[in-house]
């Protein structure tokens, strides 16, 4: 009887199991269908006023020539939105999107948004309307990336309210480190059995792919895991008939460098040899990690010095890279902090530098000194020689016993 039990659950697993495959494949097939649509739609337009003009069959003097020029246009733009936001997800999900956050002022990135879609509302006659709280209007986030988010929620408010409506943008505190943007339209609304599906990849609330309300289904999806990698959320509050309201919830200060690749925060093996990197620049970042990664090294990293100070008082290291010219500190004072630190006062510090001086590192201990753009061979060469003890001969530099 007990057995008996066990193949039931058993079968009662595997079925459950195989309808969430069969629902997956289902939504993935139409997904397929869709996106072949919505890309269609844009090259047909695309092939067919182009060969027009290449034919000659309209006058480069008319009105109607520079009409066509002008769908070409558009019709490429909307292709290339539809790409990137395929590419995109892909790259979210694979933790390698790069996020570069700087300083911006909110209001000047809501009027770029917004004056792009003016078009778009002025033909379905929708009054857009934007209130940005002055308590949120300067913030360190990547520019481009909001713009998407922004888009993504604006153009989708659009797409689902009726002629006639009215669309409002709004920028509100949320606490003394969050920013809160939401983007209330007067549209159809969502039922809410439909709510969770609206932030899941492939899904969409009307299917097929002559459906009233054209769209991939990614839109949001992708919003949602934008804001996500930013340590931010997404939400919605909606009713039918009467309008939805999207949201995200972002910090003010956006740290989301890690995100552009994956090995900066985790470990490639356990028990492998932990090396702090301590780099500012996104693209060294990303070639340091990967290239110790593939070594067999673990990989931390830190962007500023009171980044690398506040690791250097976590952990001991195996070994530190360490560039000396970092936004907040130069590295040689950085260098005193960690070795003050207590737990990396012995650690060998490799030092990688633009700088040529061998003045740079005078009266200060370190293992060695690599000239960028360092050499691979070079970088685990002085890791091995570190790790036995043995002191770098491959740079200038003052050297003692680390």
């Given at each position: 009887r007990k057995k008996a039990e066990e193949i039931r659950a058993r079968a009662a697993e595997l079925e459950q199991l195989n309808r969430r495959i069969?629902?997956?494949?289902?939504?993935?097939?139409?997904?397929?269908?869709?996106?072949?649509?919505?890309?269609?739609?844009?090259?047909?337009?695309?092939?067919?006023?182009?060969?027009?003009?290449?034919?000659?069959?309209?006058?480069?003097?008319?009105?109607?020539?520079?009409e066509f020029l002008g769908d070409i246009l558009a019709s490429g733009k909307h292709l290339l939105q539809l790409i990137n936001d395929v590419l995109d997800l892909a790259k979210v999900e694979a933790g390698k999107l790069?996020?570069?956050?700087?300083?911006?002022?909110?209001?000047?990135?809501?009027?770029?948004?917004?004056?792009?879609l003016r078009t778009t509302a002025a033909e379905q006659r929708i009054f857009i309307e934007t209130e940005v709280d002055p308590a949120v209007e300067e913030l360190t986030l990547d520019s481009g990336r909001l713009k998407q988010v922004l888009y993504n929620?604006?153009?989708?408010?659009?797409?689902?309210?009726?002629?006639?409506?009215?669309v409002i943008l709004r920028a509100l505190p949320l606490g003394e480190h969050s920013v809160r943007i939401e983007v209330e339209d007067s549209g159809i609304g969502v039922a809410p059995q439909d709510i969770g599906k609206l932030f899941t990849e492939f899904q969409q609330l009307a299917g097929g792919a002559s459906k009233r309300y054209p769209g991939t289904?990614?839109?949001?999806?992708?919003?949602?895991?934008?804001?996500?990698?930013?340590?931010?959320?997404?939400?919605?509050?909606?009713?039918?008939?009467?309008?939805?309201?999207?949201?995200?919830?972002?910090?003010?200060?956006?740290?989301?460098?890690?995100?552009s690749t994956p090995v900066l925060t985790r470990s490639v093996?356990?028990?492998?040899?932990?090396?702090?990197?301590?780099?500012?620049?996104?693209?060294?970042?990303?070639?340091?990690?990967?290239?110790?990664?593939?070594?067999?090294?673990?990989?931390?990293?830190?962007?500023?010095?009171?980044?690398?100070?506040?690791?250097?008082?976590?952990r001991t290291y195996d070994a530190i890279t360490l560039?000396?010219?970092?936004?907040?500190?130069?590295?040689?004072?950085?260098?005193?902090?960690?070795?003050?630190?207590?737990r990396n006062a012995s650690t060998p510090v490799v030092v990688v530098t633009v700088v040529s001086d061998a003045r740079v590192t005078s009266g200060v201990t370190v293992h060695d000194v690599l000239l960028k753009p360092v050499q691979s061979a070079t970088l685990l060469a002085t890791l091995e020689r570190a790790a036995k003890g043995e002191m770098g001969s491959s740079s200038p530099g003052t050297r003692g016993n680390s």
């Open positions: 069969e629902e997956a494949t289902r939504l993935k097939s139409e997904f397929l269908a869709n996106m072949s649509h919505e890309l269609r739609t844009p090259l047909n337009a695309i092939i067919g006023f182009a060969e027009l003009l290449h034919d000659g069959k309209v006058d480069p003097a008319t009105p109607t020539h520079k790069d996020f570069r956050p700087q300083k911006l002022r909110l209001s000047t990135v809501v009027t770029e948004v917004v004056a792009i929620y604006l153009s989708n408010a659009l797409k689902f309210t009726p002629m006639g409506g009215r289904g990614l839109g949001l999806a992708l919003t949602k895991r934008l804001v996500e990698a930013q340590g931010g959320s997404v939400g919605v509050r909606s009713t039918v008939d009467v309008g939805s309201t999207f949201y995200v919830h972002l910090p003010r200060i956006s740290d989301a460098f890690s995100t093996a356990p028990g492998s040899k932990v090396v702090l990197v301590v780099e500012d620049e996104p693209r060294e970042q990303a070639y340091l990690a990967g290239l110790l990664a593939q070594s067999g090294y673990s990989v931390e990293i830190a962007s500023t010095g009171a980044e690398a100070i506040r690791r250097a008082g976590e560039d000396l010219l970092l936004p907040d500190t130069n590295g040689i004072e950085l260098l005193a902090g960690i070795r003050a630190s207590g």
